[in-house]
């Protein structure tokens, strides 16, 4: 079946401007990550949705960085007034349930550029 | 808190030679281990994951890693490399009952003809 897909593939944005990305999860899957990847720094965790539950918001790293899920399925990750430090690949997995055990399926990212 | 170390940023290795690729961590309590590939332009892969039982885990693509409680090692390898392999690897941990996955920083491993 389809994997977790993301758009847009790559973005190129000015400084202070408003970036939207956008994953579709697995069908069926209730959980969701975004994840952060920089250079150097490896994957950094953002935010978890579980299903109808409040979404655990602690990897945000600052409150320009923004994302909701609709409908328990596609998730949206906002970045306001955007800052060359954002510039980074922004991934996002899914899984079946959440649990720990778990497998996450990744989708290919937004690579995302401020200029 | 947890922490995962790969030593190594990067590993050049011949065609059909083995490799091994170190990750370590530091963790309070019990983890869940997993290893994830990434090929140019993909998104992450799972190679394999430990969660309890059998020390020596086997993967897909021929990997397999051994979960060494006493060292809090798990490393990742491969008795024979190909081309194809060219990718990077990234160590992760998870806690259980935690939501995310803690990754190191990746190995990228480059396989020479």
């Known amino acids: 079946g389809a994997g977790v897909s993301q758009s847009p593939s790559n973005k190129v944005t000015e400084k202070g401007k408003d970036v939207e990305l956008r994953c579709d999860p697995i069908s069926g899957h209730t959980a969701l990550y975004w994840y952060r990847q920089s250079l150097g720094q490896g994957l950094e965790f953002l935010i978890y949705f579980q299903g109808n539950s409040a979404p655990d918001k602690s990897g945000l790293p600052s409150d320009r960085f923004s994302a909701e899920r609709t409908g328990g399925s596609v998730s949206t990750l906002t970045i306001q007034r955007t800052q060359q430090e954002d510039s980074a690949v922004y991934l996002c997995?899914?899984?079946?349930?959440?649990?720990?055990?778990?497998?996450?399926?990744f989708g290919p990212g937004t690579r995302l550029l401020v200029l | 808190a947890q922490s995962v170390t790969q030593l190594d940023s990067q590993v050049p290795v011949f065609e059909e030679a083995p490799v091994e690729l170190r990750c370590n961590y530091s963790s309070s309590v019990s983890v869940y281990l997993f290893w994830y590939v990434q090929y140019p332009n993909q998104g992450l892969q799972l190679l394999l994951k430990y969660l309890s039982g059998s020390t020596l885990v086997k993967g897909i693509n021929g990997f397999e890693a051994e979960f060494n409680k006493s060292q809090t090692s798990f490393h990742l390898r491969k008795p024979s490399v190909h081309i194809s392999d060219t990718a990077e690897y990234f160590c992760a941990v998870r806690v259980p009952g935690a939501n995310n996955l803690f990754f190191g920083t990746g190995t990228r491993l480059t396989v020479i003809p």
């Open positions: 997995a899914s899984s079946l349930a959440g649990t720990s055990t778990e497998t996450q399926y």
